[in-house]
């Protein structure tokens, strides 16, 4: 990344720019991977969650294996 910058800058300067600002890749930091988990937890809320109830998922891997799943 620092190279881009780097030919980035001499492109833009020697075509007559005045002042570069380099703006490192969003990933770089943690507060973007904290807001896009605040994103997506936002926009979750209200879907269904995945069934803990250990009866119900019993009774679907047994409804899977009669329809011939892999145990």
Do not use: C, T
Request: a negative charge; hydrophobic letters at 40%.
């Amino acid at each position: 990344m620092e190279e881009i910058d780097q030919e980035n800058r001499e492109y833009f300067m020697e075509a007559g720019g005045k002042a570069f600002h380099y703006i490192p890749a969003l990933n770089a930091d943690e507060r973007h991977i904290e807001a896009l988990l605040s994103l997506v937890e936002n926009n979750l809320a209200g879907w269904p969650r995945p069934e803990s109830d250990a009866d119900v998922l019993q009774s679907r891997r047994q409804r899977a294996a009669a329809m011939g799943a892999d145990a």
